[in-house]
């Protein structure tokens, strides 16, 4: 992955974008344009990196620019920025790729986001708290709702898990974060693959 | 009865059609202990000239309302028509007109911009009919009610029942509406419905919001409005008379209507004469009488809702089925989404959505793998795969172009040991087998196939984009041999990279032909690497 290659790619894309994705996608036009930028500073940052860390980095700016573009409208995109931001050697990378938009998402506004879902949520999570006490003190035989309730629980913890930030959002936010993350994933997958397609006709150009 | 036709147009769902038209059923049989007021009949029958199609069930309902003489010099002179809103006034007029016919009608009546449109071309006389009707009619609710002597607390909680049922069924259809990520079109629906209706914008405006902040900040309000739904009607002691009666007679969905314009003043939304005057009488009156009155209020139980027929009653179950119902509209839209989601049922549409989320995120690794090019270690690649796939593995389908770029070079020894775990279940059992190979995100397929695939690699320079389940054959390979007997042949490549997924072949011992031959069994299920 070079510099040169990293601009013929964009210039492919920039044309063909607009024909391949002929799907509603704006919003995917513009994630192309904002990967390929973070890919840019990604390749200028470093020149030496390994298999995984390049991966790591390509992951990560993906999903970084993946984030910032739906940073107005979803919990989840915070989270993933947050968690970068934890993390020590995807920081610069991160705030490189973020640029100007550094300013507004960072901590101030994100906590207010997500402290005002905490404490919904723990609202929530206490008056569930109660009612499970009280319906505990009656004996229940074993019926099929509550398996039912089971198996809804164990499968919305493992779904939170899924979700970047879901532990602390309440259940109608992460079914509703779900499906913003799954349309925001597929719009990368095709992103990614349209670039894959790109990046093999200039590999066989050159040639 | 006009008060109710405007929430009744604002309610399109059909299962509550059910319980309203028991309600209507419950009524009439009440209505007919009543006396009849020709008067009454009279005046409200010029109201529907305009809307023939529900005369006769109005007619019908009309005339099983007592009736009550027209009282001068009206006490409740706020209840005339609120000169601030004409517009409102005139559209809740002609809307309630047309919902007057009664719940059966008012569900078969389209939501939204038509009817309210149609019923505001006709306004204007309509208006002076107005104080007529809400005054005989509301001295006829009191009269009713102090002949049934109903508990006020009835009342009141069948008023809370019917508002969040109101709203529900508003919110549901908000959400739907918001949950496609069209909040114009919600706000459209809003705007043509909600002249009228004061609290619809609230639970539109929270399927709509798309930030979950707003939909918690009015969930929370809504919550508020729920509780004080209760203290209103029990202030002022005439009035709650006044307003029990009132709704006593009515359809129970009509005093949602009349909760919700009790809260016009508090919400500060439009105050839309739903229920007209008498509504705007005790809107006024009850600010004023709520403060004096607060006292009262707090007395009476708020948690008596009178079952609907097949409902729970107290409010936590309310709350509980407003949670339900909110629920349910996420998740379908979440339905639209994810593919393979006909199930209805809340765990297995969970148990869809993860593997879909998980599926897509084992893509995105892997296309950001491949995008590379060079040579990658596969151990972790595997490792990754058989704790990420294990449930990914049926969503290979939505793959539409292959991944590439890759040289996978499988260990020989991670080869060998898949290769006799997997012999060791294919003599027990096939599916298991698959299950296993999926698990590792490895897929069966024909040798045939397996090697078309490589001859057609090792032709090409580049790897072909868009191929899926591309084999690396081994040189070694003994796939040539034994099919009298499972064979099991695990595939590498040397030579220009190229795009692959490792690939297990296997050939039952049911085939005891050459190479190539396979029976259905061995179809390729590609699965997800």
Known sequence: MNRRWITKTTHLCNISVPFAMRAPSTFKQELLKRWLQGLQLCVSSSKEMNFLERKKAIKLSADVVMASARAGKSYWSYAIISNALKQEESKTLVRNILGTEFEKLTKPGMEAFTSHKRVTSRSILRRSYISCRIKKIAPKRVQASSIAKRLVKKRTKVLRGLIPGGESIDEFSLLEESLDYILSLKAQVDVMQCLIEVSELLKDKSY | ?529
């Open chain 2, 1 to 529: 009865m006009q008060p109710s036709s405007r929430e009744m147009q604002g309610i399109s769902i059909a299962a509550r059609m059910n319980q309203s038209q028991i309600a209507v059923q419950e009524l009439q049989n009440n209505g007919q202990q009543q006396i009849a007021n020709s008067q009454m009949h009279q005046v409200q029958g010029s109201h529907y000239d305009h809307h023939p199609s529900q005369d006769d069930f109005l007619e019908q309902m009309l005339s099983n309302i007592p009736s009550w003489p027209e009282l001068p010099g009206n006490p409740k002179s706020p209840w005339d028509l609120n000169p601030q809103n004409p517009n409102g006034t005139a559209a809740s007029n002609n809307g309630s007109a047309i919902a007057n016919g009664g719940s059966q009608k008012l569900f078969n009546i389209a939501i939204g911009a038509s009817s309210n449109k149609s019923s505001e071309d006709q306004s204007g006389s309509e208006n002076l009919h107005y104080p007529f009707d809400e005054s005989t009619l509301l001295a006829s609710r009191l009269r009713q009610h102090q002949i049934s002597g109903n508990s006020p607390t009835g009342k009141a909680a069948m008023m809370l029942q019917q508002q969040l049922l109101l709203s529900r069924g508003v919110g549901g259809g908000g959400g739907g509406g918001g949950m496609a990520r069209s909040p114009t079109s919600a706000s459209g629906g809003a705007a043509s419905l909600g002249g009228e209706h004061g609290l619809l914008p609230l639970p539109l405006t929270l399927g709509s919001g798309d930030s979950s902040d707003s939909r918690l900040l009015v969930d929370r309000s809504r919550d508020d409005v729920v509780d004080g739904s209760f203290k209103s009607p029990t202030g002022e002691g005439p009035i709650q008379g006044l307003f029990n009666g009132f709704t006593g007679s009515l359809p129970r969905t009509a005093q949602a209507a009349n909760q919700q314009h009790f809260h016009h003043p508090q919400n500060g939304s439009i105050s839309t004469q739903s229920f007209g005057a008498p509504a705007t009488g005790m809107n006024q009156a009850t600010p004023a009488a709520g403060a004096n009155g607060a006292g009262n209020g707090q007395g009476q139980p708020r948690q008596r809702v009178r079952a609907r027929r097949g409902q729970a009653t107290d409010p936590h179950s309310i709350a509980e089925r407003l949670r339900r119902e909110r629920i349910a509209e996420r998740m379908k839209a979440l339905q639209e989404l994810v593919p393979n989601a006909n199930k209805t049922d809340k765990a297995s549409m969970l148990d869809e959505i993860i593997d879909y989320v998980k599926f897509l995120q084992l893509q995105v690794k892997v296309l950001s793998m491949s995008r590379l090019g060079g040579a990658t270690a596969v151990a972790p690649m595997v490792a990754d795969m058989s704790s990420d796939a294990a449930g990914g593995g049926g969503a290979g389908g939505g793959i539409g172009r292959g991944v590439n770029g890759n040289q996978m070079t499988p260990t020989n020894d991670s080869i060998s040991v898949t290769e006799h775990q997997v012999a060791k279940l294919m003599e027990e059992d096939m599916g298991s087998a698959m299950q296993y190979l999926q698990g590792k995100g490895l897929c069966l397929m024909p040798i045939s196939l397996a090697t078309a695939i490589s001859t057609a690699t090792c032709h090409s320079r580049n790897p072909p984009s868009g191929s899926s389940a591309l084999a690396h054959l081994n040189a070694n390979n003994n796939n040539g041999s034994g099919n009298n007997h499972p064979l099991l042949s695990s595939s590498n490549v040397d030579g220009p990279p190229s795009p692959s997924l490792s690939v297990l072949t296997v050939q039952s011992a049911n085939m005891g032909n050459g190479a190539g031959d396979t029976s259905v069994k061995d179809a390729t299920s590609v699965s997800k690497p």
